[in-house]
């Protein structure tokens, strides 16, 4: 089994910043990408933030210059700062690990953890 854990969600006012973290454990040999996806109420999820095992990142567009995804690979953690926020940030945030298990590979997620930005 494999828990993906994120911490760090908050009320934040406008112009602020929050950092999310995101770890797992469990039956893991070797953890490939990381990442962080969100979905605001009524919309769909969306990809946030990726990460691969080599360090290569990914952002979605509207996270560009003000989000920045790391990765400790020793502690199987993941991290999202979060700059320069704005109310269309408010969002459930999810954290997904693609673990390796000897012959096994599957995607795991994290319960999701708030993010909302408001005056």
């Known amino acids: 089994q494999v828990q993906v854990v994120e911490s760090g969600g908050d009320l934040v006012q406008p112009g602020g910043s929050l950092r999310l973290s995101c770890a797992a454990s469990?039956?893991?040999?070797?953890?490939?990408?990381m990442g962080w996806y969100r979905q605001a109420p009524g919309a769909e999820r969306e990809l946030v933030a990726a990460?691969?095992?080599?360090?290569?990142?990914n952002y979605a567009d509207s996270v560009k210059g003000r989000f920045t995804i790391s990765r400790d690979a020793a502690k199987n953690t993941v991290y999202l700062q979060m700059n320069s926020l704005k109310l269309e940030d408010t969002a459930v945030y999810y954290c997904?690990?693609?673990?390796?298990?000897?012959?096994?590979?599957?995607?795991?997620w994290g319960q999701g953890t708030q993010v909302t930005v408001s005056s």
């Open positions: 997904y690990a693609d673990i390796v298990y000897y012959n096994y590979r599957r995607r795991s």
């Open positions: 990460i691969t095992s080599g360090g290569t990142t």
């Open positions: 469990g039956s893991i040999s070797s953890i490939n990408a």
